[in-house]
Structure formats: C-alpha cells, structure tokens
T-cell receptor, first 112, second 120 residues
C-alpha cells in the first residue's frame, strides 16, 4: 500500500527554536495536507497545499509542496509550549479528496 | 458547536465480545469515515461513507462493519473483538471535495476526540 514516511519520528526542542520536518511518498500526490494532533484529541488541519512548489503559511507555520510532488515540508518558527503534539502529513487516496493516507507522524516536545 | 461526537471514550473488551463505537456529526457533512491509530503507523482508513445508505471499505476493513442510515450517524461495529483491534479509533466527517467551490478546503476532515479500545 501507499507509504508516507515522516522524519524525524520525534523531536525534543527548546522553546523559541525553529522546527523542520518532512514527509516523503512512494508516489505522486496532487494535494498535501498537514494535520496536528494535540494530546488526547483528534487531528486538526493546519495547512493544505494544492500545487507543486507552493509555499503556504499559517501564522508561525510554513509548509511547502515539493516540486517532485512526492514530498512536503513543514517548518515551525519560534516554537512555544502549545506546539507540542504529533504532526501528520496526509494526501488523498485515489481521485477523491476525502479519503486520506496519513504519514507515520512526527512527535514534537517543546521544553520550556 | 458539538462537531463530531464519539462514544464511548474508553472501552475494555474480552476477545470475542462485540460492541459498537458511536459517531455523530451535526455539520450536515455528506462524508464520514473511521480511522484507527496505532503507534508508529499514523492513521489508517477502516470504512467510509459518502452519504446515507452508501458505505465502502478503506485500507483495513477486516473485522469491522458499518452502516449509514442517517446523514448524522456512522456507527462502527466489532462483531468478534480480537487483541489486534486494540487501538484508538477516530471518526471524521467532511463535505465532499467539490464543496470547496462554495468555501472550505479540500481534504479538511473534522475529527472526533477518539475512542480508546483495549481487547484482552
């Protein structure tokens, strides 16, 4: 089946540091999505990317749609304690956009 | 705003028992789905529905049944629980992708808070 591999698997950073994580796919996606899961909650959409090469920001978060369409990147600037959680990349299964493949996740811990 | 509501939040079963995880949404979404989350594996799609009376299988459907009799509800049934079904289960809903023409991003699934199931 489809594989979305995220790296790193986990990160421990100091508050105020910048964070970078990425997601690679074994096949091409036409849409890349980044979700965040707070502890004990369901995932919430952070950023959606629709075009190869696209760079999109949401506050301190910036995501990029790789030009090969097989990867995507998420950066968080000036991390704060509430950034703690698991970050998932995701892409559509088949031609529909509602069913998603999810990546393996990057668990972020921010040390105050 | 209730959004997507899942019950129960926690459940312990013995092997072979049956149970139903409930999911309800109040956003009039056509699409609903069930995912399971296991450590190091992300979320995997179990079953989904694009409207009342219509269901289909996802990536890991074995051992689970679903039905969609109303737009609001999408229960997930385990007929004979197995230890391999120990997991956290998430229900999600959304508009169809083409609804983004009227607003709302493609792929924005709204998730419930999850149901943690342990099968002994």
């Amino acid at each position: 089946g489809q594989q979305l591999n995220q790296s790193p698997q986990s990160m421990f950073i100091q508050e105020g540091e910048d964070v970078s994580m990425n997601c690679t796919s074994s096949s091409i996606f036409n849409t890349w999505l980044w979700y965040k899961q707070d502890p004990g909650e369901g995932p919430v959409l952070l950023i959606a990317l629709y075009k190869a090469g696209e760079l999109t920001s949401n506050g301190r978060l910036t995501a990029q749609f790789g030009i090969t369409r097989k990867d995507s990147f998420l950066n968080i600037s000036a991390s704060i304690p509430s950034d703690v959680g698991i970050y998932f990349c995701a892409g559509p299964r088949g031609t529909g956009a509602n069913n998603l493949f999810f990546g393996t996740g990057t668990r972020l811990t921010v040390i105050p | 705003n209730a959004g997507v509501t899942q019950t129960p939040k926690f459940q312990v079963l013995k092997t072979g028992q049956s149970m139903t995880l409930q999911c309800a949404q109040d956003m009039n979404h056509e699409y609903m789905s069930w995912y399971r989350q296991d450590p190091g594996m992300g979320l995997r799609l179990i079953h989904y529905s694009v409207g009342a009376g219509i269901t289909d299988q996802g990536e890991v459907p074995n051992g689970y049944n679903v039905s969609r009799s109303t737009t609001e509800d999408f229960p997930l049934r385990l007929l004979s629980a197995a230890p391999s079904q120990t997991s956290v289960y998430f229900c999600a809903s959304s508009y169809f992708a083409d609804r983004r023409l009227a607003g709302g991003p493609t792929g924005e699934l709204f998730f419930g808070e999850g149901s943690r199931l342990t099968v002994l």
